[in-house]
Structures are given as C-alpha cells and as structure tokens.
C-alpha cells in the first residue's frame, strides 16, 4: 500500500493534507497500533497506510462513509453517478434525513454534498440538520473512482468506528501509536473551529489532555495537534511541544485567513 498515493476522499475542516510534510520529522519510525480517534478526512492515516489501524470519529456520516467505501465500493459508485452539479437538485439532497436513507445512499449523499457544497465545509445547526449552502463549483470531481478504490484496499483490515475519542482507552496497548487531531481551542471568537464539529469546549480540552496521560501512562506514542493557546500550552506543558505553520482558509472574516500557528504535542522524541 505504500506504494499507492491515496488523497483523502472527503474535504474536511482542519484537514492535515497540507501539513504532512511538516508531519513527517515528528512520526514515531515503529509501532505496532495506529489509533486516530479524530479521523475525519484521515489525511494522516492515508499518508502512512498502516496496516493495523482503528479509526474513530463522532460523526456518524464520516464512519458511514468510510465503511460502506470498505464494504460497499461498487454500489456507492453505481449511487454517486446519478448526482448532479446543480443548484435545486443540491438543496433536495441536502433537505433530506440521513437517518430515511440506508448506508449507500447515506454515504452517497455525505459524499455528494461535501464536494458540492461552499468550502467543501460540513457543518450541522443545533438540530443536526447539514445547513451549508451550495458552492457553484462549475466542475467538481464528485467521483473519483481510481483514488476511491485505493481508499477502499486501504480501509480492508481496518476497522472504522463510531464514538467518542475516549475509546482509544480500550484498544491502546503499549507501542500503539495515537494521533489526536481534535476541533480546536478557538484563538479568537472568529476562528472557532467546533462549529462544524459540534460543541468541543474547555471542558471537553481538558478531558482529552487526561486522555492523553492515561494513554502515556499505557506506554503509547502520543502525537496532537492543536492550537497555540495558553490553555493548550497549561494542559501539555509536561510534555514536548513543537510550532509549526499551517494556512487556515475557513473564517467568518477574510481578515482571519491565512498563516497561523499551530503546535505539535509529543510525548516521544
């Protein structure tokens, strides 16, 4: 598998994709688990292809998605050619309940309305409802067969899995390796990230910093990424921490795009 270059299939908020080559000092060189308990578009994951991985997300779209790429490739290809790059038949999609749909449809529709809709953003309202407008793109590649197929062989022996990031907790062992890339502390009330995750406040912050000492404690290699902010700095000062840039194109204001910095927590050298 290491030999296939795999694109993430999904466009998501905070994607790694444009950070793997400053990722790359930083891996661990041997381990024998990866856990990615915040998989979304799994940039990473797709960068090293572990052959022995569990992938974990609170979206419950996101795992749909990427089991029924695993079980289901021919029929969600077969599903996604009826769609259409068009403004009313992208408002029809997106009005309907995910939960009337079975699995292909529903990964259908997740994958549809992620390449068509503004900024490739997935972002739900207080109901649950996906709420984000149409993005007028005169040729999105909606499909990508060659690159879904790799996803597919990638995702084989892995298993994908609903729920909450604690559950790294239960399938950690000692050398598992386990990357966090949780919703973001907000560094200013324009750049809240959570938005298009759900509600990851504080509290939330601080219970996956305990997270992270429990599974330190396991003998687990340990990678985040996250803002830097003092309270980041406060939860991981006991640990080895790295600044690195990224380029943060999602904002409320034009003002607050561009170069920001970021930190890498490690609990390896």
Request: glycine share 6%.
């Amino acid at each position: 598998m290491k030999r296939i270059r795999i694109k993430s299939p999904i466009k998501w908020a905070g994607g790694k994709g444009q950070l793997l080559e400053q990722f790359e000092p930083f891996l661990p060189k041997k381990f024998d688990l990866y856990i990615e308990p915040f998989v979304g578009g799994g940039a990473l994951f797709f960068h090293i292809l572990p052959s022995n991985a569990i992938l974990i997300d609170m979206n419950l779209d996101v795992v749909n998605f990427y089991n029924v790429v695993k079980n289901n490739l021919e029929e969600l290809i077969n599903d996604l050619r009826k769609h259409k790059n068009e403004r009313n038949y992208y408002y029809m999609m997106r009005s309907l309940n995910p939960e009337s749909l079975d699995p292909i449809q529903r990964a259908s529709r997740f994958l549809y309305l992620n390449k068509t809709a503004y900024n490739g953003l997935w972002r739900v309202n207080k109901k649950g409802k996906f709420n984000v407008p149409f993005g007028r793109y005169k040729n999105p590649k909606i499909c990508d067969e060659d690159n879904l197929r790799n996803v597919s062989l990638a995702l084989k022996d892995i298993s994908v899995i609903w729920g909450d990031f604690s559950i790294a907790l239960d399938h950690a062992k000692s050398n598992t390796f386990v990357y966090f890339d949780p919703p973001y502390d907000p560094i200013s009330k324009t750049s809240n990230f959570t938005s298009y995750s759900g509600t990851f406040g504080v509290e939330d912050q601080i219970r996956l910093s305990e997270c992270f000492k429990a599974l330190d404690k396991k003998g687990c290699l340990l990678m985040l990424s996250n803002s830097n902010t003092p309270l980041i700095r406060k939860l991981y000062v006991d640990y080895e921490i790295h600044v690195i840039k990224a380029r943060r194109m999602i904002n409320s204001k034009v003002t607050g795009r561009g170069e920001v910095e970021e930190i890498i927590v490690r609990n390896f050298s």
